[in-house]
């Protein structure tokens, strides 16, 4: 080996001892400023190339040595500051050694550091790769190549013979060595940082952190953990398990989500009850997360608790508010809107012209705000999970039909008309109709609104690709602002035109609308052009419906027939069919009681008509049966057909006491005088004016609702459930009206004192369950419906009553 190798190679050695030596102590630098780190980083760097310098071979007046490492090192990792110390300190000691090499010395120092400062812009704020500190050694070695063209000739060829070859190759490794071991250190410091940033972080975290292995036991914690876990300290943790700590029930139920966790391989997120250090109870949001090691191997779980009481009793102080608007606003808004609504439709007589403007203003704006409140509130039930959805498979067009009909007086004066497009016939999803025509008011009263007068809106019902139903809402307005499309789902968004700001409105309108929509599985879009209208898109799945067994038609069409019902009491189940078979044809339904216990159960839970009565029932007496059921005042009116075997001899016994017997029929029975009866009965009942209870503690709402239903049907009124629950047991009435929230009380506990054929409308500020059967034929929300329509709908359940010729509709807000 020549002596240049030698020389090149002991130079090399010492860069590896300065450059080791140097990582041994850098750790203190990361304290500094990055400033700092630089320049002593190219303090160092100026060393390194000055004892390089000193202890290298001379070749012709030219120093053999590795000084370009050193310094393209230093501006590779420290960047202007550490390249102007490393090069200026190399400088002046090369112009210290002197020799004629000293110029071309001179210049390899200032290439080497801009090599190694356009290296440093070329990785920029990214991290370094191994292929970048290749390069950097490449470059730093081919740049010696560059002296060959300044050194004199009759010096290159001895020079070139003796050291460009060994000077290529060490320049590389010194190059790479020095920034392996620099780019290490950086990394190590790095990663330093970022594990006392990550400790405190831990640490003063106020939520609990911490992990445990397969088996639970703990192997990191924070002290939160540790606190509310009630150990002295976290090392207290350490390879102990929840059982250790808490109750063994408690403990087992942590365990089998930290199981669910890990055989899943999946992320839990639970919220659940806890008992806080201080004793007292609240909530945890718990995280629990598999923990793997570098090989994907799950080797732990990683679980994050946060104290979320606050926020569990702030949801529910909000959807007690909710409640407490919801009654508080609704009731005295409906009472103000069906009060002025009936003074404009002229019940309280005709008004002076100036007055009759007044109200239809005052009326106009109570719907305003009416719209505001639904609008909000609706907004945060949503939102909250308050409201539920009843969904079922049905047919699209009734309900759009239902929504256009409800939405033809919107906005009545500007005369705009509503055309329904329908080209998909029979077609079904799965929706909750309710929430359907929430929607499709909310997109037909901003297509009124900015229609132009006397305009037309197409509501269009087609089929898409992949099983979709779309319902489109069409207008001719002005369309949406350019501005304005992406933001129209947010809450409280409007246009800023001011011709938008004149139309009124919450905001909150398609915020609701694509809320439900969202909910019910599917997706709302819009297009528009400014100046030629705007179409809104709601897409639903479309559910199709497998053909229908014969035994599901049948069951279907077993439904209360809705004909007026006669109870027989008569224990001769011969005698009862022939009885029930009379009746029958006459149009009556019927129950058969064999005795007297059965007779008063179905007498106490549904409404009869008429009963017929054997005196001998059961080896009991009959007569005993009519002093009973005339005894509470419930059944006091009831008509009663005596047929029996002795009917004369009862007639003597009751001696003047038979009140309400409407005929003495003997065995076998004349179905022409059971015809007349029955005809007394029905003129009794068509002379009867309804008898309707309304449940409601507002004074307000009862008087509205008393002059909506007028002078036809005698109606009583109860302000708290007992003295509703004092009228049911002295009168039957053929419909209650009910509020929930009444005093003392929820108005649905009346429903178990009502006989299963008295009707009902739920009208009440609270929404109420929608499970509630049969019991209840109209559910209604004030502020969404109107005294006026309570009314109307009282109206048409009476006329389509049992005692009238049709089923009893079924209705929803």
């Not at 876990?229 to 808490?246: N, P, Q, W």
């Not at 039909?401 to 029979?426: G, K, T």
Request: charged residues 25%.
């Amino acid at each position: 080996m020549s002596e240049i190798w030698h020389s090149l190679l002991a130079n090399l050695a010492l860069v590896s001892i300065l450059v080791v030596a140097w990582d041994l102590v850098a750790d203190f630098t990361g304290r500094l400023s990055r400033l700092m780190q630089s320049l002593l980083l190219g303090v160092v760097m100026a060393v390194g190339s000055i004892i390089s310098m000193a202890t290298a071979l001379s070749v012709s007046g030219f120093i053999v040595d590795l000084r370009a490492a050193f310094i393209g090192a230093a501006a590779f990792f420290g960047g202007w500051p550490a390249m102007f110390i490393a090069t200026a300190g190399s400088i002046v000691y090369r112009f210290y050694l002197g020799g004629q090499g000293a110029s071309v010395g001179i210049m390899s120092i200032l290439i080497s550091a801009v090599v190694g400062l356009v290296w440093h812009h070329i990785v920029g704020s990214r991290s370094r790769s191994m292929f970048d500190v290749f390069g950097l050694g490449v470059s730093i070695a081919l740049a010696g190549l560059i002296m060959l063209l300044v050194i004199p000739s009759h010096v290159v060829t001895g020079f070139v013979q003796q050291s460009t070859f060994p000077s290529l190759v060490l320049r590389f490794l010194s190059t790479f060595i020095i920034s392996v071991l620099l780019d290490r250190q950086q990394r190590r410091r790095d990663l330093a940082v970022s594990n006392m940033i990550y400790r405190a972080m831990v640490r003063e975290l106020p939520d609990c952190l911490n992990v445990k292995d397969v088996h639970g036991r703990f192997v990191v914690a924070n002290p939160a953990t540790a606190q509310m876990m009630r150990a002295a300290s976290v090392e207290d943790l350490i390879g102990k398990t929840d059982f250790d700590f808490y109750p063994k029930d408690v403990a087992e139920r942590f365990r089998q989500d930290e199981m669910g966790s890990l055989v899943a391989g999946q992320t839990l997120r639970i919220d659940q009850p806890a008992l806080f250090p201080d004793g007292s109870q609240g909530w945890l949001y718990t995280m629990k997360v598999p923990f793997q090691d570098e090989s994907g191997k799950i080797t732990g779980v990683i679980t994050y608790n946060r104290d979320i009481t606050e926020q569990k009793k702030n949801a529910q102080l909000k959807n007690d508010f909710i409640s407490t608007v919801s009654h508080e606003l609704r009731t005295p808004l409906t009472s103000i809107r069906g009060s002025l609504g009936l003074i404009a439709a002229g019940v309280a007589g005709e008004l002076p012209s100036k007055a009759a403007n007044l109200v239809n203003i005052a009326h106009n704006n109570s719907e305003r705000l009416v719209l505001l409140i639904n609008d909000i509130l609706d907004m945060e039930k949503i939102e909250s999970g308050v409201i539920t959805f009843k969904i079922k498979q049905m047919a699209l067009r009734p309900v759009l039909e239902q929504a256009i009909a409800a939405s033809s007086n919107y906005m009545a004066e500007n005369r705009i008309r509503i055309v329904l497009v329908d080209d998909a016939p029979r077609a079904e999803a799965n929706i909750d109709p309710d929430r359907v025509h929430q929607v499709m008011a909310n997109l037909l009263s901003n297509a009124i609104k900015f229609s132009d007068l006397g305009g037309s809106v197409m509501v269009k019902l087609q089929r898409r690709d992949r099983d979709i139903l779309r319902i489109s809402v069409i207008d001719q307005g002005a369309g949406i602002p350019e501005a304005f499309r992406s933001r129209i789902f947010g809450k409280f968004e409007q246009a800023d035109a001011s011709s938008t700001r004149k139309k009124g409105g919450t905001g909150l309108g398609l915020s609701i609308v694509k809320t439900i929509v969202e909910k019910l599985g599917g997706a709302v879009s819009f297009e528009t052009e400014e100046g030629k209208g705007t179409s809104f898109h709601v897409d639903l799945p479309e559910a199709h419906r497998p053909a229908e067994k014969p035994v599901l038609v049948e069951r279907r069409a077993r439904k209360r027939d809705g004909r007026l019902r006669v109870l027989i009491c008569e224990d001769e189940a011969d005698v009862a069919t022939v009885i029930a078979a009379l009746l029958d044809a006459e149009g009556f339904s019927t129950d058969v009681a064999p005795d007297i216990d059965t007779a008063m159960a179905l007498l106490r839970s549904r409404d009869y008509v008429a009963l017929t009565l054997d005196i001998k029932l059961a080896g009991e007496s009959g007569i005993k049966l009519f002093h009973d059921i005339r005894a509470p005042p419930v059944n006091s009116d009831i008509s009663v057909i005596v047929i029996s075997a002795v009917a004369d001899e009862a007639k003597r016994s009751l001696n003047g006491t038979a009140v309400g017997i409407v005929d003495w029929l003997e065995k076998p029975v004349d179905s022409a005088r059971l015809q007349s009866a029955l005809a007394k009965i029905l003129a009794s009942k068509v002379e009867r004016r309804p008898r309707i209870l309304h449940v409601e503690d507002d004074e307000g709402v009862l008087a509205v609702m008393s002059a909506g239903l007028g002078p036809d049907v005698l109606i009583a009124s109860a302000k708290t459930l007992q003295e509703a629950r004092r009228a049911v047991a002295k009168h039957r009435f053929d419909l209650v009206i009910l509020d929930i929230a009444l005093p003392d009380g929820s108005g649905l506990d009346l429903l178990i004192d009502l006989p299963l054929e008295t009707r009902v409308i739920v009208f009440s500020a609270a929404e109420p369950d929608q499970n509630l059967g049969d019991r209840v034929q109209a559910m209604m929300t004030k502020t969404k419906a109107s005294e006026i329509d309570v009314a109307r709908l009282v109206r048409s359940m009476l006329v389509s009553s049992p005692d009238g010729a049709g089923p009893t509709p079924r209705a929803k807000e």
